[in-house]
């Protein structure tokens, strides 16, 4: 099956820094890429996604960028505020079979420093 | 925005106790899936449901899980003997389409605490 490795697991930025998290997947069939942003406490929500056809997508600070070659794939979030504070997970779809569930990465925390 | 909705929010249940989770999903979602996150884990997937059917299981999901739909709109998850490693926030998700291309909307979860 699918294994993700997301790194690092913990990520401290000054306010106003980028922020780039990376992560690499082993099969080489999967084909959709999303990025989920946890408050504590509660659950994750969908910040961004990418589908194997592109190798970039941008969303005002955020952007995804992929590399199908190398297998990773990495989340972008610029000029970080205070509340981009929160654990960032990837994932990817298990796409050799068409299945259904993501495998996510163990999560990075992310910590705004004002 | 629609939303997925889980209760209760908190249960707390003795070792080998049943336990039932319950969610609704967003209306017009066709794919319903239950995943789990261990305290300062990562989430991990359970199982997806479609057409009244398991569509795919993890390891995880062995004899003791069961799911099922018991009407149009409720989505339950159930734990038949529960262990004190089952202690974790169990998510509820749904999607329009299948979930390995399409985003999954996820409920606020349940924390299960098995004491």
């Known amino acids: 099956g699918e294994n993700v490795e997301q790194h690092p697991s913990t990520l401290s930025v000054q306010e106003g820094d980028s922020a780039v998290i990376k992560c690499t997947y082993s099969?080489?069939?999967?084909?959709?890429f999303p990025w989920y942003k946890q408050e504590l406490g509660k659950r994750p929500q969908l910040i961004i996604d990418?589908?194997?056809?592109?190798g970039e997508k941008k969303d005002q600070r955020i952007a995804v960028t992929l590399n199908k070659t190398a297998k990773h794939f990495s989340l972008h979030i610029t000029e970080t505020q205070p509340e981009d504070s929160a654990v960032y997970f990837c994932?990817?779809?298990?796409?050799?079979?068409?299945?259904?569930?993501?495998?996510f990465g163990k999560g990075t925390h992310l910590i705004i420093q004002p | 925005e629609p939303e997925v909705t889980q209760t209760p929010s908190h249960q707390v249940t003795q070792m080998g106790q049943e336990v039932i989770l319950r969610c609704v999903p967003i209306?017009?979602?066709?794919?319903f899936y239950w995943y789990r996150q261990i305290l300062g884990q990562k989430v991990e997937f359970l199982v997806s449901?479609?057409?009244?059917?398991?569509?795919?299981k993890s390891e995880i999901f062995d004899d003791q899980f069961s799911v099922e739909r018991p009407d149009g709109s409720n989505f339950t998850l159930k734990i038949r003997s529960t262990k004190l490693e089952d202690s974790a926030m169990y998510f509820c998700?749904?999607?329009?389409?299948?979930?390995?291309?399409?985003?999954?909307?996820f409920g606020n979860g349940t924390r299960l605490t098995v004491t």
């Open positions: 998700a749904s999607s329009e389409t299948r979930g390995g291309g399409t985003p999954l909307h």
């Open positions: 099969d080489s069939a999967s084909n959709y």
């Open positions: 990418i589908r194997s056809n592109v």
């Open positions: 994932a990817a779809s298990d796409g050799g079979g068409g299945a259904d569930g993501l495998t």
């Open positions: 209306s017009n979602h066709l794919y």
């Open positions: 449901f479609y057409n009244n059917e398991i569509s795919e």
